[in-house]
């Protein structure tokens, strides 16, 4: 667990934190220098920000969605959002020395799952050992007085329009919790599988060195929203072109992504339909919280011989507990579509929740859980 960082005064104006005395960033594979440099920095900032944010404001602040995913906004982005209470803030980092305006890329703005309550901008000095927070904004205040740049797809507003002292964010939110936030936005429209495909083919190619401004927003924004196809982007921009494929991790080990997600690999007993033998086979699992209890999701075949058949189990982690009412659990196409029989429903408590479904080979699923678990993120599992 990180210490929070000792504030300390440059100028009295704004906070200055230390960041020399963390560890040194994990190493992540970006496909260019440039997001190579832009997840060095965030990290950079976060690892120095939210540390002291739950020391001094807000105790369960965390990561949003969850730091396995952070490589793959750093990716394509700048940014790093963190949830708090019921609101989020994104960090804007920037190394130039020479301006206190805060840019925000259109992502953080215009997509409605990505949108943030606050945008904090922060100034980096690594070789100095410090970094510091020169104002904060509001959704609502960047879309109405911020100036778009559609050159590089950014937010903009002037030192001036920003609040100089971090500490009127708290100080407003226990006095006026009235203060309009987030400005309204228009939704994206959704872009089918094909579509997606074809997207990814091309801006997953390594030599798109600014794949965000390299077709239409309305897509891009589209393609992003859908956390399954972002991390899609972000694998192929390593060259991992079939990382996520069950059938694969079975036989050869779960990939480092998949363990970075929370899957391992695990022997079930199916007891195939007639037969009085259990027979052992080979499924994935992951841990799940959900208004802090674990609960379990497991997939395997439904057989050793029918591995077309595939089964999704949810159960509870602790011994005899039991899936509450009003759980659910869902499958969805690659492209969020439903089909028949895709959605098992706890109506009383009851010892899991299961759904079995018959795929073709390549043929991708995601899945839902009702209520949403904590660090969820749509994901395709493909079979």
């Not at 695990?266 to 007639?274: D, I, L, N, T, Y």
């Not at 408590?349 to 209520?371: K, R």
Request: proline share 7%; net charge negative.
């Amino acid at each position: 667990m990180l210490n929070p960082p000792a504030p300390f005064t440059i100028d009295s104006q704004h906070l200055y934190l230390e960041i020399t005395q963390f560890p040194e960033v994990q190493e992540q594979p970006y496909s260019t220098v440039g997001a190579c440099q832009r997840g060095w920095i965030n990290q950079k900032c976060l690892q120095a920000f939210l540390p002291w944010f739950q020391e001094e404001m807000a105790p369960t602040a965390r990561v949003y969605p969850n730091s396995a995913a952070l490589p793959s906004f750093w990716e394509v982005v700048n940014g790093t959002a963190i949830t708090f209470d019921r609101d989020r803030l994104v960090l804007i980092p920037t190394l130039a020395m020479d301006g206190d305006e805060l840019r925000v890329p259109q992502e953080w703005v215009d997509i409605p799952e990505w949108v943030a309550d606050y945008y904090i901008a922060v100034q980096v000095n690594p070789d100095d050992g410090w970094m510091r927070i020169f104002g904060y904004t509001t959704h609502q205040i960047l879309k109405t007085k911020g100036v778009y740049d559609a050159g590089d797809r950014t937010y903009s507003l002037e030192k001036e329009d920003l609040i100089p002292d971090i500490n009127v964010l708290w100080v407003t939110r226990q006095l006026d919790r009235s203060e309009t936030l987030r400005a309204e936005i228009a939704p994206l429209d959704p872009i089918g599988k094909t579509q997606a495909e074809n997207l990814l083919e091309r801006l997953g190619d390594r030599d798109v060195k600014f794949p965000r401004l390299a077709v239409p927003f309305s897509l891009w924004g589209a393609l992003l929203a859908h956390s399954g196809w972002r991390k899609k982007l972000y694998e192929r921009r390593q060259g991992l072109l079939i990382q996520r494929s069950i059938p694969q991790w079975l036989q050869t080990g779960v990939a480092n992504l998949a363990q970075q997600w929370g899957w391992e690999k695990r022997e079930f007993v199916a007891v195939p339909v007639g037969m009085r033998s259990a027979e052992p086979v080979l499924g994935l699992s992951r841990q799940i919280i959900i208004a802090e209890q674990t609960y379990e999701l497991r997939i395997f075949p439904k057989s050793a011989s029918e591995n077309y058949v595939w089964r999704f189990e949810l159960r509870s982690t602790t011994l005899n507990g039991q899936i509450p009412a009003g759980f659910k659990l869902r499958l969805l196409t690659e492209d969020l579509q439903a089909f028949e029989n895709n959605q098992d429903t706890a109506t009383t408590a009851v010892d899991m929740l299961y759904l079995e479904v018959i795929l073709e080979l390549g043929e991708g699923l995601v899945w839902e859980i009702e209520p949403t678990p904590e660090d969820y993120e749509r994901e395709i599992l493909r079979f």
